[in-house]
Each structure stands twice: as structure tokens, then as C-alpha cells.
């Protein structure tokens, strides 16, 4: 698994544990739009049948934690809330190069994977230091899918593109990404 250079301190979950309402609805919404973002992608490309078929499993898997983190802002007495903007998303999807339908694809097929990857480190500290037990589990599940959502889209990205196009661009965009979520104040937000 590839590394992040810019690591989120464990005095996150603190902040976390402090607006957990707050959080619950920003991890809700980022389960939603990853979902759809996976059923764009395979609606996009219909003739990579390899894509189509990991997608369909991804976006079932994410609608799955959507339902989830939903039943436990119910258990809470919260709503879902109205979408906030997110600069971390708004500044990593300008980074994707539009030239022709090939790089598009590849640049989101590594950008999805880079977000899974930081999913998977913030779903891991959740999993290792939340006080309540139950959170702790539930946060340590979603960190394996998120692992196994991040090696598959690095996956399909050395599936259809040049390996060496592909460590290039990862490399750059990772480190974008690290870049981007330095400069931005600790929040308690999945990004």
C-alpha cells in the first residue's frame, strides 16, 4: 500500500469524537457521492466490462455505508443535513486533466484510489482510539473496505493504462493531495 505523505495527527479523533453529529453527516455525504461517482464511472464506460463489474460491487458496498452511518444519525435523533462544500474534494477534482477520455479516466481511477487511501487512514484512527466500542469496530470495518477500494482502483487504473503512466500520475496526484490537506485546517470532516 502506498504511503501519505501528509498524516492526520490522532488529536483528530478528538475533534471527531467532539462533533460526532457534525462528522456522522459529512461521512454520510462522502459515502453518498462516492457511491455515485462509481455509478457514473461504469455508466461512462460500459465497454470495460472489468470496470463495470468492480464498480457495481463498489457502489453497492458504499450505498451499504451510507445506509449505515444514516441508521446511526437516526439512532442519534440527527438528519442528514444539506451538503456542506468540501475544499478538499473541490480542490483534488481540479487537479483532473480533461484532455482526452482516456487521461480523464485515469487521473479519476487515481484520485478515487488516493481518497480511498485517506479513507482508509482516517477510518483506521477512528478504529484505533474512539472511546465507544461500538464506533471503534464499525470504524475499523469500513477501514478494510476502504483499503480494498483503494487497491482496486489502483487496480483498474494498471489495468487499462501503462504501469509507468500509471505510478507517474499516482505519485503526482498523492502528492497533491497531501499538499492540499496540510493547508487546511483539522476538522472534523472525512477530509
Given at each position: ?166 505510478e507517474n500520475r499516482f505519485q ?20
Open positions: 500500500m502506498h504511503q501519505l505523505s501528509h498524516r492526520t495527527p490522532e488529536s483528530w479523533v478528538g475533534l471527531v469524537e467532539e462533533n460526532l453529529d457534525d462528522f456522522l453527516r459529512d461521512h454520510a455525504s462522502n459515502e453518498r457521492k462516492v457511491c455515485t461517482s462509481a455509478l457514473q464511472l461504469l455508466t461512462q464506460h460500459p465497454e470495460r466490462e472489468e470496470l463495470v463489474r468492480e464498480l457495481i460491487v463498489v457502489a453497492q458496498e458504499e450505498m451499504d455505508h451510507f445506509r449505515r452511518v444514516h441508521a446511526l444519525l437516526d439512532e442519534r435523533g440527527q438528519q442528514l443535513g444539506l451538503d456542506e462544500p468540501d475544499p478538499y474534494m473541490t480542490r483534488l477534482r481540479q487537479a483532473i486533466r480533461k484532455p482526452d477520455v482516456e487521461t480523464y479516466l485515469r487521473d479519476r481511477l487515481l484520485l478515487f484510489g488516493i481518497i480511498e487511501l485517506r479513507g482508509f487512514e482516517r477510518f483506521r484512527l477512528l478504529g484505533d482510539h474512539l472511546a465507544d466500542e461500538r464506533l471503534r469496530a464499525f470504524y475499523d470495518e469500513l477501514a478494510r473496505s476502504e483499503a480494498g477500494h483503494y487497491a482496486l482502483y489502483l487496480k483498474l487504473a494498471r489495468l487499462y493504462f501503462p504501469r509507468d503512466e500509471v503526482q496526484l498523492i502528492a497533491l493531495e497531501s499538499e492540499v490537506l496540510a493547508g487546511l485546517p483539522l476538522r472534523p470532516s472525512l477530509h
